[in-house]
């Protein structure tokens, strides 16, 4: 089986993530039974950086900072993209899968480390052209009045958070994703509330 999976067509794997968008807990538990090495979740977190750079160079390359950046400047913003998505977002979400295995513990989760690892990486890849997407139509509303590109930017994290809940939901046994997702919810207000305190104070 794990080589199967190791093996599985690169369509087979397109199909599984936007097929997941009908049944997202139901996709975390065919990728549970699948068991996929870490080899293969790991290639699922590299792919999904690669994904959302794709979304960064293209609001580099097109956005409102486009015209105003040298040939220089867009090498350099570029390669710092490429780094930041496949280096740091990697490390980020190793962090996250840690931490959000830990609350789901305290929770009274039943899933493992790698159970949470797997739903973490699983639903970032899954969430990845959402997010791609919710980047392009960003774009495309560039210059419409009011906030309208910055709320469709926004699309892209709520999309994440709702893939997110459904797959640590079905990764610890939780019967009820909503409560995951104010879990989630709670928890990065939490952040967003220090970091903007701490701001503040310096």
């Known amino acids: 089986m794990a080589m199967a999976e190791e093996e599985a067509p690169a369509n087979g794997l397109v199909?599984?993530?936007?097929?997941?968008?009908?049944?997202?807990?139901?996709?975390?538990?065919?990728?549970?039974?699948?068991?996929p090495s870490e080899g293969r979740l790991l290639f699922y977190v590299v792919l999904s950086g690669l994904i959302w750079f794709a979304g960064r160079a293209v609001l580099l390359a097109w956005g409102?900072?486009?015209?105003?950046?040298?040939?220089?400047?867009?090498?350099?913003?570029?390669?710092?993209?490429?780094?930041?998505?496949?280096?740091?977002?990697?490390?980020a979400l190793y962090v996250v899968a840690a931490l959000a295995g830990a609350v789901a513990r305290a929770f009274g989760g039943a899933g493992s480390w790698r159970d949470s690892r797997a739903a973490v990486?699983?639903?970032?890849?899954?969430?990845a052209p959402a997010i791609l997407a919710a980047t392009m139509f960003s774009l495309l509303l560039t210059g419409a009045p009011g906030r309208a590109a910055e709320i469709a930017s926004m699309l892209g994290a709520i999309a994440s958070a709702w893939v997110l809940a459904?797959?640590?939901?079905?990764?610890?046994?939780?019967?009820?994703?909503?409560?995951?997702?104010?879990?989630?919810?709670?928890?990065?207000?939490?952040?967003?509330?220090?970091?903007?305190?701490?701001?503040?104070?310096?």
Not at 17 to 29: E, H, I, K
Not at 121 to 127: C, E, N
């Open 15 to 35: 199909s599984r993530v936007l097929g997941a968008w009908a049944d997202l807990r139901g996709s975390m538990r065919g990728e549970l039974t699948r068991g």
């Open 64 to 91: 409102p900072k486009g015209p105003t950046l040298t040939p220089d400047e867009f090498r350099r913003l570029i390669g710092a993209a490429l780094v930041s998505s496949v280096f740091y977002r990697t490390i």
């Open 121 to 127: 990486f699983w639903g970032s890849l899954v969430a």
């Open 166 to 202: 459904h797959c640590l939901a079905e990764a610890h046994g939780f019967a009820s994703t909503w409560k995951v997702l104010g879990v989630i919810a709670g928890l990065v207000g939490t952040l967003v509330l220090a970091l903007y305190l701490l701001g503040r104070a310096f």
